[in-house]
T-cell receptor, first 118, second 113 residues
């Protein structure tokens, strides 16, 4: 399996522009998570989906951020309009909940998208 | 509201065992201890997890104290590629509202030649 695939790897944009980050989870996984990492705040959970449905978006910083999961193999995180303080590395992760399992399955992370807003 | 406490950094010599401590004194009975690591410029990588018994896999061993208030991740023969930030996380069993994986600051392990 190729693992979680994120694109682009790097994104540089100007303030006010729309930014779309993309994620392809591991095939068969039913949970998808979006995280953001900065030096100041570390890794923060933004939103997560179960079976393509958003479950908890309480970590989304403000209305400028939106996330969708139109199908089981694709998710996007959009920032519109972008601001310099959105500069960070954005990670996507997926996992599979094994019904009846005695534990949560681990999250598998992609290698992130480094966003720079100037 | 950190649920785990880790020292900020430690180092060890290549080839030696690296013992990474973690305190989780408020852990509840249905919470697991997870360890992830993050190598520079990569996404976090799952290492191991456990509830109350010691666990071992191809990457590491996890030793959980009997009262479950602390644990130690052991890398038996550290290599330079093990240099990374290691996160100790407690997470409730099951999914739903409690399925969030909340990362703290972690411990930076530096393996020296």
């Amino acid at each position: 399996d190729a693992g979680v695939i994120q694109s682009p790897r790097h994104e540089v944009t100007e303030m006010g522009q729309e930014v779309t980050l993309r994620c392809k989870p591991i095939s068969g996984h039913d949970y998808l998570f979006w995280y953001r990492q900065t030096m100041m705040r570390g890794l923060e959970l933004l939103i997560y989906f179960n079976n393509n449905v958003p479950i908890d978006d309480s970590g989304m910083p403000e209305d400028r951020f939106s996330a969708k999961m139109p199908n089981a193999s694709f998710s996007t995180l959009k920032i519109q309009p972008s601001e310099p303080r959105d500069s960070a590395v954005y990670f996507c992760a997926s996992s599979l909940w094994r019904d009846g399992s005695s534990y949560n399955s681990p999250l598998h992370f992609g290698n992130g998208t480094r966003l720079t807003v100037t | 509201d950190a649920k785990t406490t880790q020292p900020p950094s430690m180092d060890c010599a290549e080839g030696r065992a690296a013992n990474l401590p973690c305190n989780h004194s408020t852990i509840s009975g249905n919470e697991y201890v997870y360890w992830y690591r993050q190598i520079h410029s990569q996404g976090p990588q799952y290492i191991i997890h456990g509830l109350k018994n010691n666990e071992t896999n191809e990457m590491a061993s996890l030793i959980i104290t009997e009262d479950r208030k602390s644990s130690t991740l052991i890398l038996p023969h550290a290599t330079l590629r093990d240099t990374a930030v290691y996160y100790c996380i407690v997470r409730p069993r099951g999914y739903g509202a409690n399925s969030k994986l909340t990362f703290g600051k972690g411990i930076t392990l530096s393996v020296r030649p």
